[in-house]
T-cell receptor
Framework: DQQVKQNSPSLSVQEGRISILNCDYT??????FLWYKKYPAEGPTFLIS?????DKNEDGRFTVFLNKSAKHLSLHIVPSQPGDSAVYFCAASVSRYNDYKLSFGAGTTVTVRA | DARVTQTPRHKVTEMGQEVTMRCQPI?????VFWYRQTMMQGLELLAY????????DSGMPKDRFSAEMPDATLATLKIQPSEPRDSAVYFC???????????????FGPGTRLLVL
């Protein structure tokens, strides 16, 4: 039973435009959320995170928004660049468990067109 | 440049054979995770260790998979006997830098791509 869902397996966007990736979760105990980026033949790398005490976190071109009531988060990339073409994984954890376990979504493949 | 290393990077084997995948976590990290990536399920957590002790292996098929940490610099994931449905990319990740809060990030290795024929 997947507790973190990324319902869009792929996204194609033109260079310079905004990419919006969505993620939904079912476990109301999740209170820390992360996005990872993965290039082919490499392991995922941490991109950005957000705690449930916030509703927005920004880091350069990347912004994550959290809507706790809807159990939904999104990642915005503005402007999109060719190097952003990768698979993006959404992940969530229950921090009070102190076990550092992450539940991952299935990933969204982003293709940025020149 | 500290990073997680995994060997082998690629493995092709026949059904029924034993497969051993190795992981060297980042020095000083005390938590090690094993994941499997498939097209349908994304990243599934198989098992993880804290200070070399297994904390959770509920994601792992117990009859054929086993995970160990013989020492702080080596984690292993074994499949015996292997089956075609085990074909996937297996990732190791480490984390747990003491100076960070509990909200640490996990650092992934490059993965082992396994194909069982």
């Amino acid at each position: 039973d997947q507790q973190v869902k990324q319902n869009s397996p792929s996204l194609s966007v033109q260079e310079g435009r905004i990419s919006i990736l969505n993620c939904d979760y079912t476990n109301s105990m999740f209170d820390y959320f992360l996005w990872y980026k993965k290039y082919p033949a490499e392991g995922p790398t941490f991109l950005i995170s957000i705690s449930s005490i916030k509703d927005k976190n920004e880091d350069g071109r990347f912004t994550v928004f959290l809507n706790k009531s809807a159990k939904h988060l999104s990642l915005h990339i503005v402007p999109s660049q060719p190097g952003d073409s990768a698979v993006y994984f959404c992940a969530a954890s229950v921090s009070r468990y102190n076990d550092y376990k992450l539940s991952f979504g299935a990933g969204t493949t982003v293709t940025v067109r020149a | 440049d500290a990073r997680v290393t995994q060997t082998p990077r690629h493995k092709v084997t026949e059904m029924g054979q034993e497969v051993t995948m190795r992981c060297q976590p980042i020095l000083g990290h005390n938590t090690v995770f094993w994941y499997r990536q498939t097209m349908m399920q994304g990243l599934e957590l198989l098992a993880y260790f804290r200070n070399r002790a297994p904390l959770d292996d509920s994601g792992m098929p117990k009859d054929r998979f086993s995970a160990e940490m013989p020492d702080a610099t080596l984690a292993t994931l074994k499949i015996q006997p292997s089956e075609p449905r085990d074909s996937a990319v297996y990732f190791c990740a480490s984390g747990g830098e003491p100076r960070l809060s509990y909200q640490e990030t996990q650092y992934f290795g490059p993965g082992t791509r396994l194909l069982v024929l």
